[in-house]
């Protein structure tokens, strides 16, 4: 039946959520196609001429905004309280929110006395889920719960983040939703603050909530590029994957190619593998230079040439051996007069020449 507009109670409006996104896609249905499903109405208890909706008001918003002066519409002969848990149990409309829900079950039980043992048999659920979406619109304030309605914060941010930080602070649950509207915090950005709230001191949440903007930068700041290592190994395995994928498709392929795509197809390989080969040729170059270290092999040997070093080093050099000789010299007549001399002789106190050696070690050591 068609029905005027003023002909409809709206009194469960405030029970819908409205998703702006939504409502757009159905006003371009609605404009391209017309009504194509009719809401569902029951006659109201109070007055005969005039209908209660019971789901089809982001339809009824979508044709006025159209200028449209009826709107398609069935009616259920039933009471209200039955029409309203069908159509909750045939889900005419998108899936509710626990938030809708809990709406809902509020209305029920102050309007129509409904207790939540009677909710729940009702709506065959638990009563610990009537109790829990009960729980939610009485902990959530109520100019949150508005924000909601009016599609200016998500259902899903209310009750994920908000509902606890209402049950801890409720000034801090009004601040906070005052900065996911402002700020048009998505669902990633509200987590994102309010585990930082979460995890913070007194002092921490109370920064975050007065200077959001400063939290939401640093968190917007681009992530730090990966290693180049992990890039190129991923860009290899990339690879890999894809000369797989081609080497499978290419038995199908080589019966469909004449010569030419055949010999294109072989170039084409070659200029890959001269790639591969030129990254390869890279890479064991680059292993040959970190192994080699130049100059440190001739002095580690002590095979240095004598002609490379300056003339004053040649100099000491033939001094400390002369001076060498000389005591081998020195020792040896020694050792011929004294047959008992040895390692374990005792150093003559008239030759200076060890003692000051002696001498220099112990000023040299601490």
Not at 132 to 156: C, D, H, M, N, S
Not at 196 to 219: D, H, M, S
Not at 252 to 267: F, L, P, S, V
Not at 271 to 278: F, I, M, P, S
């Amino acid at each position: 039946m068609q029905l005027e507009f003023h002909q409809l109670d709206r009194r469960w409006e405030h029970l819908r959520v409205r998703e702006p996104h939504r409502q757009r896609r159905l006003l371009a249905s609605l404009a391209e196609s017309g009504q194509q499903t009719p809401i569902v109405v029951v006659i109201a208890k109070d007055n005969p001429e005039r209908y209660l909706v019971i789901d089809g008001y982001k339809r009824i918003a979508a044709l006025e905004q159209l200028r449209r002066d009826t709107v398609e519409a069935t009616v259920w002969a039933m009471s209200e309280v039955e029409a309203l848990v069908l159509s909750r149990s045939l889900r005419f409309s998108p899936p509710e929110s626990a938030l809708e829900q809990g709406w809902l079950l509020v209305e029920m039980e102050q309007r129509f006395g409904c207790s939540p043992d009677e909710l729940a048999r009702r709506f065959d659920r638990s009563a610990s889920w009537v109790s829990r979406r009960l729980g939610l619109v009485e902990v959530l304030p109520e100019t949150i719960q508005q924000q909601v309605r009016e599609g200016k914060l998500a259902a899903q941010v209310a009750m994920k983040y908000l509902v606890p930080v209402a049950r801890v602070d409720a000034s801090h649950c009004e601040r906070m939703a005052a900065v996911f509207v402002e700020h048009h915090c998505d669902t990633r950005q509200a987590g994102q603050l309010y585990t930082a709230w979460r995890q913070g001191t007194r002092v921490v949440r109370e920064r975050i909530l007065a200077e959001p903007e400063l939290f939401l930068k640093t968190q917007r700041q681009a992530p730090a590029a990966k290693p180049a290592v992990e890039q190129v190994a991923r860009d290899l395995e990339m690879a890999t994957a894809i000369l797989k994928r081609v080497s499978r498709r290419l038995g199908d392929a080589m019966a469909e190619m004449n010569g030419a795509q055949q010999e294109q197809t072989q170039h084409r390989i070659e200029n890959a593998r001269r790639e591969l080969n030129r990254m390869a040729e890279r890479i064991g170059k680059e292993q040959e230079t970190k192994h080699a270290e130049p100059g440190t092999a001739n002095r580690d040997s002590g095979t240095e040439c004598e002609g490379s070093k300056p003339a004053g080093d040649r100099e000491r050099i033939e001094s400390v051996a002369l001076d060498r000789a000389q005591s081998s010299a020195f020792e040896h007549h020694e050792r011929a007069g004294d047959p008992a001399g040895g390692e374990s002789r005792t150093i003559p106190r008239t030759d200076p020449r060890p003692f000051g050696f002696l001498q220099g070690e112990s000023r040299a050591s601490p």
